[in-house]
């Protein structure tokens, strides 16, 4: 057999040789967008890329034996050896530098399995095989054809100017250098390595991974950040053109170099304040680092997150170079490339699209990326999986927008994570319309660099709110005899309730008092294609600048920072500070009429079970939620404006509770650093705290039992292509908690979760029935 005749590929097929270099042309376009990060530099000696590079030209050189060429080509089903041990055996004849050749090895054998631990684990495998099992098992080898591929691979090296060696023509056994080299490996990394050691073998790890799926996605990194130079005076035009200039804390914003911390109220142009920051360090990064930056703005829900990706495509005028980062992110380019008059045929091939659109973001070719910090925060978990999510993060910039303060224990991770993407070069800016001086503070403790603190003028900023307090609960018959007024007087009314049940109890006794399609309800627990229906109608009838028309939504948090809507009036459940202000940016957004009411109600308080602590609705924590109530009442009746907003919050975290707030912050930060940030041991396999990890960010979705045909119907709808036909397919799925899975069953034939459930196109999930849903309060439930 000759090099000519060996695959890498069957299904496309593809050549050995191919596939190498192409994943070599990879890696270098990966180098130079990620550049030089400091903290790899020093682990290797300043030959990060350079080892990089040499594993991924050699990655795959394991492919050679007849039993994995069989495989390919049909001959046999499986070969049940891993060909990335086979691959070490053609360094020895590349590499005379014991670093540079170990350091290689780790690049090229960790690219699927890990070293150690969970399934199918190297060491497990052929650790303690002997001499001639090793043979036994990955033999025979082509003789021939392994010399002309030691002779390519040194040869494309010295042309990429690689650090090899050359080396006479001669016999190679490859299997017997692979096995001396892999327990040399082994010995190399038996004792745990330092965190800089172990950090950057997990980098190297990613940088292999990610080069290898670009190359057999055939895909293309992209090589242009438009956050740059040229953004700023592109804003400013974009502005004049409106009749606007850049406000001054915008200005000072652009100016920084270095992490920031920006406090602004809503409708200030905070995220341009964001982005113009951005844009500087970008270009002052690239520089410093020769790389590319990418740049991560997070947000915390996923309507926003759609919604901040068409406005950026829009404002970069490049939807190219923005990607969607969570895990419905085909979903969305889906919803974007299908209209609603479209035909079957065309939706079919909408979803061809989205699936490859969403494949270009999970292969990280955009620059731009708009998510939760949740899915960045995933490249901790390392391994094979995830660690070309950290690589990716390298050099970058991150945005952080309206992250919530009462929740400690995921703002603690957020920070532990932060201290990480600082460490790897990167540079962070914190936005909020709130930003208490307590958050302020936890950032500055997680980061080692200055932070920078900009604040808008809110000085003679307009009042846009009024502020009355009820005493009866949201859904007490007064209250809504009061907001049934409100709509008979033509108001366009927004209804913030704090859990599911009573934002559909709310939404069924006011609905009738307007036209049917002049009511909403949104939350988190309906079918992907109906929430979708739904934002979109919101927007179009309550969006700025759509004109004042008069209309009822009724939603629960879900409304705080994912749609761009104004209202006349707000009617809410009390809720932590921070919840509230941003419920009260639904009103009067622009400031365009005299303060218009925002009227609060009372929390119900009781456990989420028959025991435990009191929450407000089944939702917050009790203490600050009481503590925000008791600074409400100083103020009812009242006009409110932007900086009493940011006393009022200070006030709260100034108090006892403030500082146990501080405490479990910093706790949540320790047990996340503890937990996942130690990389002592980076080739241990992390299995089992990626469950871990799914337990504390990530939902589980279901479809309800009487879509299951259909959702079936739509997985093989789209004719070789598994992926566009689940595509469609997921429109039936409904978000869940991921501790509700016990409500769900599992069928393993369509690989999704069934929901006995009733359930409507405008009110959402209803009553789960089955025995495991007596245990869980309806309010909890949804």
């Given amino acids: 057999m000759k090099l000519r005749d060996l695959l890498a590929k069957s299904q496309p097929r593809e050549s050995l040789t191919s596939h190498l270099a192409a994943t070599l042309d990879g890696g270098i376009a990966l180098r130079r967008r990620v550049g030089n990060v400091q903290v790899l530099d020093e682990a290797t000696g300043g ?110 090296a010295q042309r990429s100017r690689l650090p090899v060696v050359e080396v006479p023509s001669r016999s190679l056994d490859v299997i017997e250098e692979a096995r001396q080299l892999f327990d040399r490996l082994c010995q190399w990394w038996e004792l745990s390595a330092s965190d800089d050691r172990g950090l950057t073998a997990v980098l190297l790890q990613g940088a292999v991974t990610l080069a290898d799926h670009v190359s057999s996605a055939h895909g293309v990194l992209h090589m242009h950040q438009p956050l740059n ?90 939807e190219e170079l923005v990607g969607v980062m969570h895990s419905r992110a085909a979903s969305f380019h889906l919803a974007a490339a299908v209209c609603s008059d479209d035909d079957e045929e065309q939706h079919v091939e909408a979803a061809r699209k989205a699936v490859s659109r969403a494949a270009a973001t999970r292969l990280f070719r955009e620059t731009v990326r708009v998510g939760t ?74 980061l080692k660099a200055p932070i920078h603190l900009v604040e808008a003028d809110t000085a003679g900023t307009p009042v846009r709110h009024r502020l009355s307090l009820r005493d009866r609960h949201l859904t007490d018959r007064k209250s809504i005899e009061e907001m049934r007024q409100r709509l008979a007087d033509g108001e366009a009314v927004l209804v913030v309730a704090n859990n599911v049940a009573d934002a559909q109890l709310m939404f069924a006794e006011l609905a009738p008092a307007v036209e049917e399609d002049e009511a909403f309800l949104l939350h988190s627990r309906f079918r992907r294609m109906d929430r979708s229906a739904l934002e979109t109608a919101i927007n179009e009838r309550f969006g700025v600048g759509r004109g004042r028309h008069p209309g009822l939504v009724v939603a629960t948090q879900v409304v705080e920072v994912s749609l761009d809507v104004d209202f006349d009036c707000l009617f809410t459940s009390a809720a932590p500070l921070e919840a509230l202000l941003q419920r009260f940016g639904r009103v009067n957004r622009i400031a365009a009429r005299p303060p218009a009411d925002v009227i609060v109600h009372p929390a119900a308080f009781a456990p989420r079970r028959a025991k435990g602590p009191d929450f407000a609705d089944g939702v917050y924590a009790r203490i600050p939620v009481e503590l925000g109530w008791n600074i409400l009442n100083r103020y009812d009746g009242e006009a409110v404006d932007e900086t009493q907003a940011r006393i009022w919050l200070d006030d709260v975290y100034g108090t006892d509770w403030g500082q146990e707030w501080r405490t479990e912050v910093e706790h949540h930060r320790r047990t996340f650093s503890d937990a996942f940030l130690g990389f002592a041991h980076p080739f241990v396999s992390r299995e089992e705290l990626a469950e871990r990890f799914d337990e504390l960010f990530d939902g589980t979705e279901a479809v309800l039992a009487q879509d299951r045909d259909a959702y079936e119907a739509d997985l093989t709808s789209v004719d070789g292509n598994r992926k566009a036909g689940r595509l469609l397919a997921e429109r039936y799925l409904i978000p869940m908690p991921y501790w509700a899975a016990p409500l769900t069953t599992w069928e393993k034939k369509l690989g999704v979760r069934i929901l006995n459930a009733d359930y409507d196109e405008r009110f959402g999930l209803g009553r789960i029935r089955g025995p495991a849903a007596q245990t869980y309060q309806a309010g909890e439930v949804l």
């Fill in 47 to 156: 030959l990060f890329w350079a080892v990089a590079c040499l594993a991924m030209l050699c990655h795959d050189a394991g492919k050679i034996p007849d039993g994995f060429q069989f495989m390919l080509k049909g001959h046999i089903k499986a070969w049940g050896e891993r060909h990335e041990v086979v691959s070490l055996g053609f360094l020895p004849a590349l590499l005379e530098d014991e670093q540079l050749l170990l350091w290689t090895a780790t690049g090229v054998a960790t690219h699927h399995r890990s070293l150690e631990g969970g399934r199918g684990a190297l060491l497990s495998l052929y650790g303690h095989a002997t001499e001639t099992e090793w043979r036994d098992r990955l033999q025979p080898i082509p003789h021939g054809a392994a010399i002309e591929l030691r002779d390519w691979l040194l040869d494309i």
């Fill in 373 to 446: 910090p949740y899915q960045i925060l995933r490249g901790v978990l390392a391994g094979p999986a995830h660690s070309s999510t950290l690589i990716d993060a390298a050099n970058s910039v991150f945005v952080l927008d309206e992250l919530h303060a009462y929740d400690p224990q995921r703002l603690g991770y957020i920070l532990a994570t932060a201290g990480l993407w600082e460490k790897l070069g990167g540079r962070i800016a914190v936005l909020s319309a709130t930003l208490p001086d307590a958050l302020a503070g936890a950032f500055r403790d997680a």
């Fill in 229 to 318: 130079g040229d953004f700023r005076p592109h804003l400013e035009n974009a502005l004049a053109g409106r009749g606007h200039e850049l406000r001054p804390h915008q200005t000072e914003a652009a100016a920084l170099s270095g992490h920031l911390l920006l406090r602004a109220p809503t409708g200030s142009g905070k995220t341009e304040a964001g982005l113009l920051w951005a844009a500087t360090q970008a270009t002052e990064m690239a520089v410093r680092t020769g790389g590319i930056p990418r740049v991560f703005l997070t947000l915390p829900y996923l309507a926003s997150i759609n919604a901040m990706a068409v406005r950026l495509g829009d404002l970069l005028q490049n």
